[in-house]
């Protein structure tokens, strides 16, 4: 029988268990700060009718859809978000879902694009949405998780940019962009500006949308207004603008009532700042809209980006159904993790490994990691018997933090010896108690996730 | 633009809160016992080139295969096991991987099977195994992961039984079949004994594989015995068996092994049993295999199943490359779990719910609900500002213990109302450390998962 060559399809990924397992702990902890808010898991499956799938994705999604007839011919593609599938979930089960309505999904997501470096087309989204209220409670609430969660994991020094769908749209309408095709054009040029820079921009947008040189600078002006001090001051500073029109009156009074809210907290004030230039997904949003970077490592991105919506729902209902939600990039959050240092890249969940001489010492082995682990410290035994120094060379590169061995003297007289792998000491024929002191002092710092 | 009607695909399931946090918890425990043993998560795409999958499966599976051609015109197919993917995985990084490798994978395999009640085209496997070492240590692990992941549940009445594929060749061979697709036949029919009863079975024997009256009770007689008393004088009833071949020699001295190294641990004895009846995956399993069954619950099968196999990588490499390894039936063990009445099936994830009378209140509700979660209490602020009546039944709808209620005396006051949705005691204007007392108290007993 010819063998087949082991291989993945181009733009997937295989983890390994560094990866996954750093992953896995990533993943524990913002699930935790989703549920320590009530929200609550959902799941879909990674197959849909195409006709549920295609109708809300963007052209350039359609293209990418995984797509194909199953048994009964039926026309299926693989999920690409799951934004949609979470409309079609509440429009289905509208009776058995009582709102307000707090979900959070984990899952991987699937899209045909092309292949390029750290764009994968399966990957994982994290998402959590508070659906059917239009309080600023909620959005507040949003904002609290992605907070907590961030500095659930070790991250200190971020800044979450807000902003508000209609002061950009009045902004626009301010400087006579008023049809809503010509405002995401507008905003799609602004959003450019790292890319192609403000002389680009104003190119382009006298390119497209001929404006006048005096309404470009407006435009300009007016979006690149960022918050530098505390909110009172910043909100005196631009109160002028709730004159230009009612949009932008109704986005700033959104922006204060939500400031209100969340400065009555403890969660820190210089996390979050208003900013103007952020638009978000730009057909999508209606209300207030959020990007998140890291202080010490602002190039990759938002690493947690969301904002309020207005009709989650229009493909399957007339009902109007909004909410607010944000998605944390996974993959750019472990990589930024990794690079500030706050990730501890192990192969093994095992804190320590236990080794034998020889074999009749198994049972004797596993009845002391049974008894670390009753005392919650992550333990295996190895299976073979082979050379200390093959057994010390797996434990190095997997990770553990100590070795025990079980050799004859030990056996006979019940007790171990103690090695740590970190500083090097090893302490011969301890009691188990004495050992589990030792491997629990050992934890001084606070475990990395 | 014509709606879209809201629906799953026929033989795929979506899971509503109740249901999906309820996985969740599960899951989480039984990753959490996992790890506690060294296994580390790996994670592999849920899509592959179809040859990768092709090749092991049976022919059944290959007709249920999702596949089709990507937009590279590749052929490709969803995974329909973890296995194939894990044996992918450890051929592609065999230099990446150090042996032995213990991992866990959780995730959605698909199958395009007939829709039948309570089988789904999507489902969740729970895979953990110990690759590349045949040392009787790896099996005594594997069943202490069964142990501890069932007990860890809640579970204590279970039964691991105990084979070993040697055994069943060597009866087999004993009562003259010999050829390897004969054995199979023998075991499968064998394997029909609940559904076809004891003359079914022989008339079957008879039928297939010209066994003589003689042969055949021989055959039944020895795939019925059970371990009923403690292992040793169970062991000493068969011992003459093991001078019927060298193959059932092999598989007694295997398991009393594997006692020796489970007798030392503080693990139940009278958790695994000995059942020369349990056959399991006839063609991949060759060395010891097993079944575990809930005692109040035996009528729903195994919720775990595993066994050695002796080449795993056999697609892909000449390479041997054996392991031991196990499934958790998560789906069976939730149903079991539920109808044993130890899930708490909530569609919250909070245990309490703050509602304010005034929208000017939300500042002082989100701040004590911050203070609640620092201290560990998982609770919720209702967004609306609505009838109180509303707001209970919301609670009691989604499973919330407690309600918080901020009107204008708590408000002015900085304290709040709590309400014990169980008992109806409700205590009016106590102060947020009174009240996290109170909530604190209440869980006497065990929290359920």
């Given at each position: 029988?010819?063998?087949?060559?082991?291989?993945?399809?181009?733009?997937?990924?295989?983890?390994?268990?560094?990866?996954?397992?750093?992953?896995?702990?990533?993943?524990?902890?913002?699930?935790?700060?989703?549920?320590?808010?009530?929200?609550?898991?959902?799941?879909?499956?990674?197959?849909?009718?195409?006709d549920?799938?295609?109708?809300?994705?963007?052209?350039?999604?359609?293209?990418?859809?995984?797509?194909?007839?199953?048994?009964?011919?039926?026309?299926?593609?693989?999920?690409?978000?799951?934004?949609?599938?979470?409309?079609?979930?509440?429009?289905?089960?509208k009776?058995?879902?009582?709102?307000?309505?707090?979900?959070?999904a984990?899952?991987?997501?699937?899209?045909?694009?092309?292949?390029?470096?750290?764009?994968?087309?399966?990957?994982?989204?994290?998402?959590?949405?508070?659906?059917?209220?239009?309080?600023?409670s909620?959005?507040?609430?949003?904002?609290?998780?992605?907070?907590?969660s961030?500095?659930?994991l070790?991250?200190?020094?971020?800044?979450?940019?807000?902003?508000?769908?209609?002061?950009?749209?009045?902004?626009?309408?301010?400087?006579?962009?008023?049809?809503?095709?010509?405002?995401?054009?507008a905003?799609?040029?602004?959003?450019?500006?790292?890319?192609i820079?403000?002389?680009?921009?104003?190119?382009?947008?006298?390119?497209?949308?001929?404006?006048?040189?005096?309404r470009?600078?407006?435009?300009?002006?007016?979006?690149?207004?960022?918050?530098?001090?505390?909110?009172?001051?910043?909100?005196?500073?631009?109160?002028?603008?709730?004159?230009f029109?009612?949009?932008?009156?109704?986005?700033?009074?959104?922006?204060?009532?939500?400031?209100k809210?969340?400065?009555?907290?403890?969660?820190?004030?210089?996390?979050?700042?208003?900013?103007?230039?952020?638009?978000?997904?730009?057909?999508?949003?209606?209300?207030?809209?959020?990007?998140?970077?890291?202080?010490a490592?602002?190039?990759?991105?938002?690493?947690?980006?969301?904002?309020?919506?207005?009709?989650?729902?229009?493909?399957?209902?007339?009902?109007?159904?909004?909410?607010?939600?944000?998605?944390?990039?996974?993959?750019?959050?472990?990589?930024?993790?990794?690079?500030?240092?706050?990730?501890?890249?192990?192969?093994?969940?095992?804190r320590?490994?236990?080794?034998?001489?020889?074999?009749?010492?198994?049972?004797?082995?596993?009845?002391?990691?049974?008894?670390?682990?009753?005392?919650?410290?992550?333990?295996?035994?190895?299976?073979?018997?082979?050379?200390?120094?093959?057994?010390?060379?797996y434990?190095?590169t997997?990770?553990?933090?100590?070795?025990?061995?079980?050799?004859?003297?030990?056996?006979?007289?019940?007790?171990?010896t103690?090695?740590?792998?970190?500083?090097?000491?090893?302490?011969?024929?301890?009691?188990?108690?004495?050992?589990?002191?030792?491997?629990r002092?050992?934890?001084?710092?606070e475990?990395?996730?």
């Amino acid at each position: 029988m010819a063998l087949v060559t082991p291989r993945t399809l181009s733009g997937f990924k295989d983890r390994l268990p560094k990866e996954a397992l750093a992953k896995t702990h990533l993943l524990n902890k913002v699930s935790n700060v989703f549920m320590n808010f009530g929200f609550v898991p959902i799941e879909t499956p990674h197959l849909e009718y195409a006709d549920v799938l295609v109708k809300q994705g963007s052209d350039e999604i359609q293209k990418e859809l995984y797509r194909f007839k199953d048994h009964g011919e039926r026309d299926v593609a693989l999920r690409f978000d799951l934004t949609v599938p979470l409309a079609r979930f509440v429009s289905q089960y509208k009776n058995e879902v009582d709102l307000p309505f707090k979900r959070f999904a984990i899952g991987s997501v699937f899209r045909g694009e092309r292949a390029q470096r750290g764009r994968y087309r399966e990957f994982t989204q994290c998402d959590f949405d508070f659906i059917g209220s239009n309080s600023i409670s909620c959005d507040a609430e949003i904002l609290q998780v992605i907070y907590a969660s961030l500095v659930g994991l070790g991250i200190d020094e971020f800044t979450i940019w807000l902003n508000h769908r209609g002061i950009l749209n009045g902004i626009c309408e301010y400087c006579g962009i008023i049809e809503e095709k010509d405002i995401n054009t507008a905003l799609r040029i602004i959003d450019k500006l790292d890319k192609i820079q403000i002389e680009g921009v104003r190119a382009e947008l006298h390119k497209e949308l001929q404006l006048d040189s005096t309404r470009i600078e407006q435009l300009l002006k007016y979006t690149s207004i960022k918050q530098q001090g505390d909110s009172e001051s910043f909100f005196e500073s631009i109160a002028y603008m709730a004159d230009f029109n009612e949009s932008i009156k109704k986005g700033l009074d959104d922006l204060k009532a939500l400031h209100k809210v969340l400065s009555s907290l403890q969660m820190d004030r210089d996390t979050y700042r208003i900013n103007f230039s952020i638009a978000r997904g730009l057909g999508y949003y209606t209300g207030i809209v959020y990007e998140t970077t890291l202080n010490a490592l602002k190039s990759i991105g938002s690493v947690c980006s969301g904002g309020r919506y207005d009709n989650l729902t229009r493909t399957f209902s007339k009902d109007k159904m909004s909410g607010v939600g944000a998605s944390i990039g996974i993959d750019r959050l472990l990589a930024a993790l990794e690079e500030l240092g706050l990730l501890t890249k192990k192969a093994t969940s095992a804190r320590a490994l236990i080794v034998c001489m020889d074999s009749t010492y198994f049972g004797y082995a596993h009845l002391l990691a049974e008894s670390f682990r009753q005392s919650k410290v992550p333990i295996e035994v190895y299976p073979e018997i082979s050379k200390l120094k093959k057994q010390f060379a797996y434990a190095n590169t997997k990770g553990h933090e100590f070795v025990i061995v079980i050799g004859e003297s030990e056996f006979s007289s019940k007790t171990l010896t103690l090695k740590n792998m970190t500083s090097g000491m090893q302490i011969e024929r301890i009691s188990f108690l004495k050992a589990l002191t030792l491997i629990r002092e050992d934890r001084e710092e606070e475990i990395r996730i």
